[in-house]
Each structure stands twice: as structure tokens, then as C-alpha cells.
């Protein structure tokens, strides 16, 4: 089976703060992605990867940086966290370019920013 | 504009009801169609693959309407364990090369007693 794995289901960080949020794949896909998905607004693309060291910017970029040094991980960062970042963060991977692979999700990992 | 539009629930069933859900893309160029099920503080798994033909698997449905930009999905004979959120998922070709998938807000069913 596919795993997808978030380093952290639960995090509290301070405004203001760098926060680091680690995201690992098993299946060797060439795609993932980072979603934030929040009440009434459903899931939106944040940053996503076709390939190693490559990166494009989803629907809300704003305020996110991401690093692929390596096919299996992909890592979301928040430079300076701010209270409206405050979310569940879902990493999500899939095998092909094409679209019409099924998208893997991790458990997701919800971030309050006080 | 990409926008997928879902009903916006939630629906309450009692068990052994069908239910249908609805949902509409904006943009024509749409190449693959998808319906995700969520459960409450899940994460979000892939229930079934739309197919312009229809498909069905088991008791669900799914129907896709091309020129209507429509898509829906029919559970029979609900049970408990369908309580879920139902997310209608477009796939798009974005014009840079790639293709990304678009989110609706989602439909959430609850089967009741």
C-alpha cells in the first residue's frame, strides 16, 4: 500500500515563527502536493512537485516556501507564521503527470499559529 | 476560472435511503472526474473514477454529463458507515504542461438510524 506520512499530526507555534512541515512518500511518485483545507473553503493547492528540485505554485502560495531535495519528501514552509495560517495541512502524492493517477493523501497535519 | 460546485448539503438520510449528489465544473477542458469520500478528521481516499459511460461499483454510482459540465453520484441503500464528506475532484489541464486537480467543497452525508 501507498503511505504518505506527515512528521507531525498536531502542531502550536507562536506568530512569527518558522514552521517546518515534513512530508514523506513510499511509492517513488513523481508528484506531490500541499493543500491546506479549511471549513466552508474545501481544500486548496498550496505548492506542487513533478520532480525533484522542481516546484510550481498552486492556488495559494502566499506566505509558503517548499524544498524537494529528494523524490520521497517534500517539505512545506512557513517563514513567518501568521494566525490566518492557521489550517489542516495535507501532503498528497501520485504516480503520474497525466492527472488521471489517484492522489495518496497523508493524515494531515493541523497547524494553530497563536 | 476553475470552480467546482457541489450541493451544499448536509444531507440526512435514514438507512436504506438513495441519495444523490450533484456537482457542476466550470471549465470544458476538464479531462478526468473523480469522487472522494472523507471521513470526519480524515484524510481525504478515492472512492470511484467518473466515466463518460457511467460506472458503478457496488451500491454507488456515478454518471458523467459532458455537455452539461455535470457530474453525480447515487448511493442505494445507505448504510451507517457512508457517513462521510463527499468531494467532487476535476482534473484540468492548467496550460503550463500540467494538469491539476480542483476540489469542491464537498457534500456531507450523514445515514441515520
Known amino acids: 500500500d501507498v503511505k504518505v506520512t506527515q512528521s507531525s499530526r498536531y502542531l502550536v507555534k507562536r506568530t512569527g515563527e518558522k514552521v517546518f512541515l515534513e512530508c514523506v512518500q513510499d511509492?517513488?511518485?513523481?508528484?506531490m502536493f500541499w493543500y491546506r483545507q479549511d471549513p466552508g473553503l474545501g481544500l486548496r493547492l498550496i505548492y506542487f512537485?513533478?520532480?525533484?528540485?522542481?516546484?510550481e505554485k498552486g492556488d495559494i502560495p502566499e506566505g509558503y516556501s517548499v524544498s524537494r531535495e529528494k523524490k520521497e519528501r517534500f517539505s512545506l514552509i512557513l517563514e513567518s507564521a501568521s494566525t490566518n495560517q492557521t489550517s489542516m495541512y495535507l501532503c498528497?502524492?501520485?504516480?503520474?503527470?497525466?492527472?488521471?493517477?489517484?492522489?495518496?493523501f497523508g493524515e494531515g497535519s493541523r497547524l494553530t499559529v497563536l | 476560472r476553475k470552480e467546482v460546485e457541489q450541493d451544499p448539503g448536509p444531507f440526512n438520510v435514514p438507512e436504506g435511503a438513495t441519495v444523490a449528489f450533484n456537482c457542476t465544473y466550470s471549465?470544458?477542458?476538464?479531462?478526468?472526474f473523480f469522487w472522494y469520500r472523507q471521513d470526519c478528521r480524515k484524510e481525504p481516499k478515492l472512492l470511484m473514477s467518473?466515466?463518460?459511460s457511467g460506472n458503478e461499483d457496488g451500491r454507488f454510482t456515478a454518471q458523467l454529463n459532458r455537455a452539461s459540465q455535470y457530474i453525480s453520484l447515487l448511493i442505494r441503500d445507505s448504510k451507517l458507515s457512508d457517513s462521510a464528506t463527499y468531494l467532487c475532484?476535476?482534473?484540468?489541464?492548467?496550460?503550463?504542461?500540467?494538469?491539476?486537480?480542483?476540489f469542491g467543497k464537498g457534500t456531507k452525508l450523514s445515514v441515520i438510524p
Open positions: 498528497a502524492s501520485s504516480l503520474s503527470t497525466s492527472g488521471s493517477r489517484e492522489l495518496f
Open positions: 511509492m517513488d511518485h513523481e508528484n
Open positions: 512537485s513533478y520532480d525533484v528540485k522542481m516546484k
Open positions: 471549465n470544458s477542458a476538464s479531462q478526468s
Open positions: 467518473v466515466y463518460s
Open positions: 475532484v476535476v482534473n484540468m489541464f492548467s496550460g503550463a504542461g500540467s494538469y491539476q486537480l480542483t
